[in-house]
C-alpha cells in the first residue's frame, strides 16, 4: 500500500471583515473555507465547519474590530474547533491586533491584555500568529509560537512617491513612532519630525500636543501612526504643523480604527487627506468622506499567506523590514 502526503491550503473569514478574506482567497486562488457562523439566544457564539479539514493547513483571517471582543471571541472558537477537527497547521490571521495598545504596565494594578491575547491563541490551538503593523513589535515576543510582523510599510511609500511632490517632512505624532517615520523618509527622501505630547494616565483616548520638534516650516508635512481611534492625536498634531508653517498636512495610518468623534475631527481638521488601509471594515459616513483614501493590504496578506504554506521566508517579501 502507497502513502501519499499533500499539502492542503484552506482559508476561512470570520464574519469581522470578509471582504478582505474573500480578496485574500481570490489572489491566492482559492476559495474560503466552509463555515457555519451563528449566536445563541443569550449570545454565545457556535461555530461549524461545513467541510473536512483533517490534515489541513488552516489560515483564519479575522480582524479585531467592533464589537472588539465577540469577533476576538469568534476566532478563538473558530481556531478551537479546527482543532479539534484534526487541522495539522493552524495559522490565526489577525490584520489588527486586539488590545495591542495595552503591551505595559504603566500604573500600578493594569493589565498587560497584550500578553493574555497571544496566550488566549495558543491556548485555543492557534501553532502560528500574522499579524499586521502591530502597536509595539515586542508583541511578537509575548507569544511562545512563531509571529509574523507583516508592514503596509512599502504600500504606503509606492503610494506616497507617486502622489508627493515638494519638500517633505514625515512626522511622528509622538516619540514612540520616530523610527517608523525615518523608515519611511528613507523611501521618500525626505525629513524627519515628531510632536511631543502628554497623555493622560487615568482618561482613555486623550492626549495634549505640546510642541514639533525638527523642521515643518515650508514643507509638506505627513504624519505616521499604526492606528487612528478617535483622532485627537493627529488632529492637535495638524493644527500644531499648520501654526508651525506647515505648507499641507495629510495623514497615513494602517488601522483605520475611527470610533467617533473620529470622521467628524478628520473632516473638521487642516488635514488634505487621510490614508488607510482596509485591515479594518471602513465605516460609511468615512468612506464618504472625499479626503479619506483606502489602500488594500489584501496582496500584503495573500503573500505572507502562500509564504507560510510553503515554507518559505516572510521576511523577504518585506526585504527585512517587517521588525
Not at 461555530?47 to 471582543?69: C, K, L, M, W
Not at 495559522?91 to 496566550?119: C, H, L, N, W
Not at 491563541?121 to 511578537?140: E, K, P, W
Request: charged residues 25%; hydrophobic residues 45%.
Amino acid at each position: 500500500m502507497e502513502l501519499r502526503s499533500q499539502k492542503r491550503l484552506m482559508v476561512f473569514s470570520g464574519s469581522a471583515n470578509e471582504p478582505l478574506a474573500e480578496e485574500v482567497a481570490r489572489i491566492l486562488g482559492v476559495e474560503l473555507g466552509g463555515v457555519e457562523r451563528s449566536v445563541f439566544a443569550n449570545g454565545e457564539i457556535y461555530i461549524h465547519y461545513t467541510e473536512s479539514v483533517r490534515g489541513a493547513d488552516a489560515f483564519v483571517i479575522q480582524s479585531h474590530t467592533t464589537p472588539i471582543n465577540f469577533n476576538i471571541m469568534e476566532q478563538l472558537i473558530m481556531i478551537d474547533a479546527l482543532k479539534r477537527a484534526s487541522t495539522k497547521r493552524i495559522t490565526a490571521v489577525v490584520p489588527f491586533y486586539g488590545y495591542a495598545r495595552q503591551d505595559k504596565k504603566g500604573r500600578p494594578r493594569e493589565p498587560i491584555s497584550a500578553r493574555m491575547m497571544g496566550d488566549l491563541f495558543v491556548s485555543a490551538g492557534a501553532d502560528r500568529i500574522v499579524s499586521l503593523d502591530l502597536h509595539t513589535g515586542q508583541i511578537q515576543g509575548f507569544v511562545d509560537k512563531p509571529f509574523d510582523h507583516l508592514t503596509a510599510l512599502h504600500l504606503f511609500a509606492d503610494y506616497l512617491s507617486k502622489t508627493t511632490e515638494g519638500p517633505t517632512t514625515m512626522v511622528s505624532p509622538d516619540s514612540g513612532r520616530v523610527k517608523l517615520a525615518s523608515r519611511h523618509a528613507a523611501h521618500l527622501g525626505a525629513r524627519v519630525a515628531f510632536v511631543h505630547k502628554r497623555r493622560s494616565s487615568d482618561v482613555r483616548n486623550e492626549s495634549s500636543t505640546l510642541w514639533v520638534v525638527g523642521d515643518v516650516r515650508d514643507r509638506h508635512c505627513i504624519i505616521v501612526d499604526d492606528m487612528i481611534d478617535t483622532a485627537g492625536t493627529v488632529v492637535g498634531a495638524a493644527d500644531l504643523l499648520k501654526r508651525r508653517g506647515a505648507l499641507s498636512v495629510r495623514v497615513i495610518a494602517t488601522h483605520g480604527v475611527l470610533s467617533p468623534p473620529a470622521v467628524q475631527r478628520i473632516k473638521d481638521a487642516p488635514i488634505e487627506e487621510l490614508v488607510i488601509t482596509n485591515s479594518l471594515p471602513v465605516p460609511a459616513d468615512a468612506l464618504a468622506l472625499d479626503k479619506i483614501t483606502v489602500l488594500s493590504v489584501g496582496p500584503i496578506l495573500a503573500g505572507a499567506v502562500n509564504a507560510i504554506f510553503a515554507d518559505a521566508s516572510v521576511s523577504e517579501i518585506f526585504q527585512g523590514e517587517n521588525v
